[in-house]
């Protein structure tokens, strides 16, 4: 029940004459019992806060860095009118800084019997589910002196989606996927490739396509043309250890992670293959299987929402036979994981042939820009040496690379903005090459 500014205004200008004139304890009593009153007539006439009730609704997702809009409806069950102000409370992180005050604060005025709603707009920073805070409401009398306070617990949540930035490159894929799919005049031929048609030959045809038997049949020359396989499977295993906490620019590599993940899930599914998701680091974090084409996408950003590195080293074994498991028949696993030489030659590398023995195996790391930055730096000392530390770092990650690839694993490293499209590149070559 907490007195407003206007009250304590008040008392200090009920002071002035009893100063000027000489305090007594007449003076004193007329004008405080005057303004004690006042308050008390106030905070009668106050709609009661706790009779209040209250419910929301509005959006349950959003993704990061776009808005959300949570609606909060406020019913006045009493008999008298409720002017208040309202604080909407939620984690810090549900809005960019500075901007909290203006966004969870409300001013409304709901008659008796009525309600009215207000509407806070979210615009989370972090992945995530975020939960609603208590509702706090200070309710003031007509005259504005004294006031109601309390609080309700509204249950509501918003879960903030990765924002899959790589979508702008999904159109200039596709139109790459219908070239390697026939649907163009480019066709092709790899080991492995699906029997797609029979046409007739023309110049410049490969003649190992000509197929003789249906020749015989016909008066024409018939060659056969191909289509990338389809129906592959297709695992993305997301590395959920501590390499994966390391920020790259303005956000972790897990993230960068997840939106090249997202952009092979969506082209993968459009031509036609399954994709699963397997997110691990010392235990298995998500997993996603089994979901038809269309639910492919929305199924792994609803999954990837609530991770977050976890700051241990990744368990690598346990890894591998995790993936094993989820892809039993041929595959291709890619490995959203770090190129960094201990982990790879630690933990990895021992038990890569287990992978490589049965599926086809394709790696994609962040490399830290600021690196490639450093290696080009010279004016002073400093400059040279960090230079030099750059270079030293960059010659172990290809060392490491290329320590992969010996082992017949296809390895994509690139910075966060190129990481999505250069793997992208990488699946539709491997396609092409009839190696899925």
Known sequence: MPLTGRAALLAAIGSIPLGLWGPSWTGVLAVDGTLALACACDFALA????????????DTSTRLGETADVTLTVTNPSGRPLRARLRDGWPPSSWRPGTEVEASRHRLTVPPGERRRVTTRLTPTRRGDRQADRV???????LGLFSRQGGHKVPWSVRVLPPFTSRK?????????RELDGRTSVLTRGEGTEFDSLREYVPGDDTRS??????ARQSAVAVRTWRPERDRHILLVLDTGRTSAGRVGDAPRLDASMD???????????????????????????LVQGRAAGDVLPSLVNAMATLEPELVEMDARGL???????????????????????????????????LTQRHTVLLASVADPHIARMATARGDADAVYEAAAAAQAQDERHRTAEQLRRRGVTVVDATPDDLAPALADAYLALKAAGRL
């Open 320 to 354: 591998a036979a995790t993936a094993l498991r989820t892809a039993p028949r041929r595959s291709l696993i890619v490995l959203l994981t770090t190129l960094d030489t201990a982990p790879v030659e630690e933990g990895l590398l021992p038990v890569l042939p287990q």
């Open 47 to 58: 709609a009661p806060v706790r009779r209040l009730v209250l419910s929301r609704s509005g």
């Open 210 to 215: 000509i197929d003789w038997r249906a020749t």
């Open 136 to 142: 706090t409401i200070r309710s003031y009398g007509p």
């Open 169 to 177: 490159h999904l159109p200039s894929k596709l139109a790459r996927l």
């Open 260 to 286: 090249a993940a997202l952009l092979l899930a969506a082209l993968a599914s459009r031509a036609g293959d399954r994709v699963d998701l397997l997110a691990y680091g010392r235990r298995v974090r998500a």
